[in-house]
């Protein structure tokens, strides 16, 4: 694979703030997770206005405006301004991670460029005025702002990739790899230099290891002249058709356009077209809980500045071994006449009413015919959780594949992934590493001749 062209570069982990001039990794390296502390403290259901004061961070050095790798003190005088707007909302802000996150990350980029705490500070970037009319309905983005028009004839078009999330739950992720997880609480699915989204999975029934995704937060970073940083936050029972600040693009922005969202069907499906990135996210509720599916380009979907803390970016790695779940086993223990779920040796606690094995196969064979693994899938969310909404989850997450997936011939998947547990260790290392523990390996073997 070609590697990303410019367009698409950001400098370092600053990457998700829109800077990134010449300020270290190390420093940076808090960002990543404060995009996802950003999200459980969103500026219309708190008063702490840390939020406010990153966009403004984040306005004050990108763009055209923004100051050059060499222009220290107009960049120290934007981390002050910075500094001034913590300072004013600490109050609000106490026992708020989100905040405390980013003042100790000021404290770093201002040591690391030698900012002195007194001095001038940066006066706030005029917001360009959309022109007359609504916003919403502009349509002349820069061509940056369409990835796909920003390629060349002469160059390939770009690989598309889909990654989805649906059920108790179940995960298949950029490179087709099938997986039902355990994954309770916190994960993130998606975190590169463009896009964060994480899910929350809360337990379908009390005491049960069946969960299911009750919480997704999308954020779409600040890109160039295209879009401002935006959230979009769904929960139970809420599947909102607009961002977290009441917009549905990407801002005020000549490119705002790029970054739209479309209510499908009001409180049940929401599309999100990012164009500026060539993304299209489908989220819905189905029942009580959310489903997600994307389709990104596999230029953005490696958009990752350090590769060794993506492990647990579950839509390019997985789940990791110890959550992952063997549902198809588990499907073969329930088949046969009157069979149930085993209470003893199953992956999940029985649930009060959960269907029997043939109403359960009766129940997904009307909406999944082929008997893939989504059908497969089916049937085990309906034995362990008893919601017939999790047909439904199935059959839509199916549906979603057709519309996102590049590959019609890898729509339906048989085969579920399975991680050994030493292919499982290795797979996520790279070949210096590896090496290195097959050497240590060895010297342990070795270890009882020399001593």
């Not at 706030?124 to 009319?133: D, E, I, N």
């Not at 989805?164 to 230099?193: E, M, S, Y």
């Not at 085969?415 to 590493?433: H, I, K, M, S, Y």
Request: neutral net charge.
């Amino acid at each position: 694979m070609q590697p990303p062209r410019e367009r698409l570069v950001v400098t370092g982990r600053a990457g998700w703030m829109g800077m990134g001039r010449g300020a270290g990794r190390s420093a940076l390296g808090f960002w990543p997770t404060l995009a996802f502390l950003l999200c459980s403290f969103p500026a219309a259901a708190s008063p702490c206005k840390i939020l406010k004061c990153n966009s403004e961070f984040w306005s004050a050095t990108s763009g055209s405006h923004a100051p050059a790798a060499d222009d220290t003190p107009e960049f120290c005088a934007a981390l002050r301004t910075y500094a001034l707007c913590t300072r004013r909302t600490a109050r609000t802000c106490r026992g708020d991670l989100a905040y405390h996150s980013a003042v100790h990350g000021i404290e770093d980029l201002m040591s690391q460029h030698n900012c002195s705490r007194d001095g001038p500070t940066s006066q706030p970037r005029l917001r360009t005025l959309p022109p007359a009319g609504d916003s919403q309905e502009r349509s002349d983005s820069p061509e940056i702002c369409h990835y796909e028009k920003s390629f060349h004839k002469h160059a390939a078009a770009p690989n598309y990739t889909h990654c989805g999330l649906f059920g108790d739950p179940h995960l298949r992720t950029f490179t087709d790899r099938f997986q039902t997880c355990k994954v309770q609480g916190a994960w993130p699915l998606i975190d590169n230099n463009y896009l964060n989204v994480q899910v929350t999975n809360t337990p379908v029934l009390p005491g049960s290891a069946a969960t299911a995704t009750s919480k997704l937060t999308i954020i779409f970073k600040n890109f160039q002249e295209c879009v401002d940083q935006k959230v979009y936050q769904a929960e139970m029972d809420e599947l909102p058709g607009a961002f977290v600040d009441g917009s549905k693009n990407g801002g005020d922005k000549h490119g705002a356009n790029s970054l739209k969202i479309t209510e499908k069907v009001s409180g049940q499906h929401v599309e999100i077209q990012a164009k500026y990135i060539g993304t299209t996210i489908v989220v819905r509720q189905v029942g009580r809980y959310l489903t997600f599916a994307v389709r990104m380009p596999e230029e953005v979907v490696n958009a990752v500045e350090d590769w060794d803390s993506q492990g647990l970016y579950l839509c390019l790695r997985g789940c990791p071994l110890n959550q992952q779940i063997d549902f198809q086993a588990f499907h073969a223990n329930t088949e046969g006449p009157g069979a149930r779920r085993p209470a003893a040796a199953s992956p999940a606690p029985t649930a009060p009413d959960t269907f029997p094995y043939e109403t359960a196969v009766a129940k997904c064979k009307e909406k999944l015919p082929v008997e893939d693994l989504y059908y497969q899938a089916c049937v085990f969310d309906l034995l362990t959780t008893g919601d017939v909404n999790f047909t439904l989850a199935a059959y839509y997450a199916l549906e979603d594949v057709k519309m996102l997936h590049s590959n019609k011939d890898k729509l339906h998947l048989y085969e579920r992934t399975q991680d050994l547990p030493g292919r499982a260790a290795a797979a996520g290392l790279p070949p210096v590493p590896r090496l290195l523990l097959g050497a240590l390996v060895l010297l342990l073997a070795l270890l009882p001749v020399f001593c």
